[in-house]
């Protein structure tokens, strides 16, 4: 699949719907549906979703259709343990590096959450969450961790969409918890942006061990 190809573009915003949580594990996706949605041919869609079916995202079923596969508990355990391995260790090379542009891309990042969060948008809040890990793993520079930590398609598995009161505390935490790791990389503090990340991932596989 070309990357400059419409069924590349259709794969690249299914894509972000599923590991967003936009897209959650046992949700039908229509074809018709997806290419009025993104002007384009049944052709590209079906191409689209074999790629994502290839990737292990989405799974078709025994009477056709097209579904996205849902997490089992050892997927999240899985996935806890990939995220710790790759994420710190990005972490790491970023205290080694002092790069401060980067410091302000990840505060932005936390802006937009917030306000995403305060508009109650919560898709793009989940998309800027999926952003603030991303650039943590962009920002090393190494090109093969940055492809390494894409090819896994780790999902956002922490985040429930919806405006409930435990929701809402769930989104208050990942902000505070994303601007506490960004202000221990300002300051320094390895020890703080450490225990944070940890902390971070060690709630988003309990509340996704809930939702399983």
Request: glycine share 6%.
């Amino acid at each position: 699949m070309k990357e400059d190809s419409l069924a590349y573009k259709v794969y690249l915003e299914v894509r972000k719907k599923i590991l967003s949580n936009q897209l959650v594990g046992g949700v039908r996706l229509v074809e018709s549906n997806w290419a009025a949605k993104l002007n384009a041919s049944r052709v590209a869609v079906r191409e689209a979703f074999m790629r994502l079916a290839g990737e292990n995202l989405v799974e078709f079923g025994e009477k056709g259709g097209c579904f996205v596969k849902r997490m089992t508990l050892k997927d999240v355990k899985d996935i806890r343990e990939l995220r710790e391995l790759l994420e710190v260790g990005a972490l790491k090379i970023l205290f080694s590096k002092k790069n401060e542009a980067l410091i302000k891309e990840l505060e932005l990042i936390c802006d937009d959450f917030n306000a995403m969060v305060s508009k109650e948008y919560y898709g793009g809040a989940c998309e800027a969450d999926i952003k603030f890990h991303e650039k943590i793993i962009e920002g090393t520079g190494n090109s093969r961790l940055i492809a390494m930590y894409n090819n896994s398609n780790i999902p956002l598995f922490h985040m429930k969409l919806g405006t409930m009161i435990r929701q809402m505390e769930d989104y208050q935490d990942t902000g505070k918890e994303h601007r506490e790791i960004v202000n221990a990389l300002k300051q320094d503090d390895w020890q703080k942006a450490y225990d944070t990340l940890v902390k971070h991932l060690d709630r988003g596989e309990h509340e996704a061990l809930e939702m399983v």
